[in-house]
């Protein structure tokens, strides 16, 4: 079993800072983890405790049930594979992914069969001969997964692998290591700023900000029900739209006002507004992009959310386009089909879709709906 977990895990560093503040995950046996969150959030000191080579001020931390936390990094039977590679220079592809098991001492033709498995399953058959200097970015980042994979970890433990490479090998290294993930059947556990490896690669997402887990929970989970405004401001590219609303309740009904907005909540919105006392309290809404309909072509037979903007911007982005409105003193952005050309002072009807608002504690930041 290789499941980690780690129980109200703390960091403080020397000089006082808490980087790292009673963290609980609990990462299955198979399942692939990413942690995200912008930089100094604490993910890469969550990670190198996990990997031992950072000391865990307090808390537990299991590998595969057994209590790590005193256990040196090479007896945990963990990989890590760094942003930089970490190559040896001086030493062939082959050597490279050698190097851990030649200190092992482990039998030279048992090597040599782990070696050219490794180098199979990334494509470097070709290139065992060559040292690092001699291949492309995605070939090195390939070679350091290899050391790591010859290792038969029972955790690969990854630390914004794929930073140092292009737009284009990132998207195919990302492709690649998830490929990699269900042919290992390994556990993995990945750091990263990005919140599209994070989408597009966890089985869970960690959220982290200021050394503390947001939300933990599958990347649908996490875009659809963000946990607070941090989550829905973090996830989401372009990001959520936040717009500052009174809850008011008129004839039974409750909406969500400002000067440029009324918008008729559904009954299942309102509930929780209603039990926990924001009638006639101001809420921060949130509303997704690609929710926000040119009216005409909404069909939904409930127009109660329209309201009309004008357009500062538009960027044509291909399939779609962009569109930065002006609503009151702020902007709201929309994502419309690129085949509907807006353009720049163009007054437009919109409706937002009721069913993918979110409603927030302004002062909290929490989600209440
Ligand atoms: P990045 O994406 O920039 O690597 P991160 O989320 O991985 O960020 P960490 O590297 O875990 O963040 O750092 C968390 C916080 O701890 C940061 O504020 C950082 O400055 C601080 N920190 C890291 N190492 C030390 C150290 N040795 N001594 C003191 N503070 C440290």
């Given amino acids: ?163 140092n490479l292009d737009a284009k090998l990132r998207t195919s290294m990302r492709t690649e290591i998830s490929k990699l993930h269900k042919s290992l059947g390994t556990t993995f556990i990945y750091v990263t700023h990005d919140q599209v490896e994070a989408m597009t690669m966890a089985d869970r997402i960690v959220v982290m900000k200021d050394g503390i887990v947001q939300q933990i929970a599958t990347p649908q989970e996490i875009y659809d029900h963000p946990a607070n405004m941090f989550v829905a401001g973090f996830i989401g590219a372009p990001q959520m739209n936040f717009i500052n609303v009174k809850i008011e309740e008129k004839n039974g009904e409750i909406y969500a006002i400002n000067n440029q907005i009324n918008i008729h909540l559904s009954k299942g919105k309102c509930q929780p507004l209603i039990k926990n006392g924001y009638i006639g309290k101001e809420v921060v809404l949130g509303i997704r992009p690609e929710d926000i309909h040119i009216e005409d072509l909404f069909i939904d037979n409930s127009l109660d959310t329209t309201f009309e903007a004008e357009v500062e911007i538009s960027e044509l982005m291909g399939a779609e386009i962009y569109a930065y409105l002006k609503l009151g003193n702020s902007t709201v952005t929309a994502r419309f089909d690129g085949r509907y050309r807006v353009r720049f002072g163009d007054k437009i009807k919109l409706a937002m879709d009721k069913e993918h608002l979110h409603i927030f504690d302004k002062d909290t930041e929490l989600t209440i709906i």
């Fill in 1 to 163: 079993m290789s499941n980690v977990t780690l129980t109200n895990i703390c960091k403080s560093y020397s000089n006082g800072f808490n980087a790292v503040k009673n963290v609980n995950i609990d990462i299955q046996d198979k399942e692939f983890v990413v942690l995200v969150g912008p930089s100094g959030c604490g993910k890469s000191t969550t990670l190198r405790m996990i990997a031992g080579l950072e000391e865990i001020s307090s808390g537990e931390l299991h590998i595969g049930n057994r209590l790590v936390n005193d256990v040196d990094p090479k007896d945990r039977d963990i990989a890590m594979v760094f942003q930089n590679y970490a190559l040896y220079p001086h030493l062939s592809v082959y050597d490279n992914m050698a190097f851990a098991l030649k200190l092992r001492k482990m039998p030279k033709d048992e090597i040599d069969k782990k070696v050219k498995e490794a180098a199979k399953i990334l494509d470097l058959e070709k290139v065992l001969d060559r040292k690092p200097k001699a291949l492309s970015g995605g070939q090195r980042q390939r070679v350091a997964l290899g050391r790591a994979i010859v290792r038969n970890p029972q955790v690969f433990l990854m630390d914004e692998p794929l930073s």
